[in-house]
């Protein structure tokens, strides 16, 4: 079987792509960690900060390394030793609750985690994980990001592997239950009866 450039340009659309709302999510939850200055200097990467530059340029290079868009390390990993791993997650609303099945909860989970060794913050004496908490909350809640407003409804630390103090974020909102359908490059509704297309 042959692969194209085309091949390679339909996979890469998926970023953008409506259809899935898990990979567009995950891309906007990208952009909006590497755009942020404070983020990114707390999170403390002496390797990777020489390359960033006064316009931002070169903070796409954290990504993978000190921004996960999963909830796993890799223990020989010594590039960092501070991290922001997130999830999302999509569960319908109970058929009888007071909302139409058309619905579901969308759960967007940070797992911010520091090594015991580097835990306090230089500029503030305070842990790293409570204060990428801080930020990507004040960055998060009652954003509208995914279209609707999105609110905190869980803040829990934890240890991890006896070396990393962790704190978890989740926050929720209620967003249409797959909905839509991309057809030929154009978002229509496509659930159950609905043939009404986006303009």
């Known amino acids: 079987m ?3 450039r085309e091949d390679t340009e339909k996979l890469l659309s998926l970023k953008t792509n409506m259809d899935s709302d898990d ?17 990114i200097h707390v999170l403390d990467n002496k390797e990777l900060e020489v390359n960033v530059e006064e316009d931002g340029a070169g903070v796409e290079e954290y990504f993978g390394v000190n921004i996960l868009p999963y909830f796993l390390i890799n223990p020989v990993q010594h590039a960092a030793e501070t991290y922001i791993g997130y999830e999302i997650s999509f ?3 109970e058929r009888y609750s007071r909302v139409s ?3 579901r909860d969308l759960s967007i989970i940070f797992q911010i985690l520091s090594n ?3 835990l306090i913050n230089e500029d503030t004496g305070i842990p790293k994980h409570d204060l990428l908490a801080a930020l990507i909350t004040d960055q998060f809640n009652f954003s509208t990001y995914f279209g609707q407003s999105i609110y905190l409804v ?8 006896n070396d990393f103090a962790c704190r978890t974020l989740t926050f929720r909102q209620e967003t249409d239950n797959g909905l839509v359908k991309t057809v030929n490059g154009v978002p229509q509704f496509a659930n159950k009866n609905k043939r009404m297309h986006f303009t």
């Open 2 to 4: 042959n692969w194209t």
């Open 116 to 118: 015991y060794k580097v």
């Open 154 to 161: 869980s803040d829990v630390p934890s240890v991890v592997d």
């Open 101 to 103: 099945s058309s619905y």
């Open 91 to 93: 569960n319908s609303t």
């Open 23 to 39: 990979i567009r999510i995950k891309e906007k939850i990208k952009e909006v960690l590497l755009n942020n200055k404070y983020i």
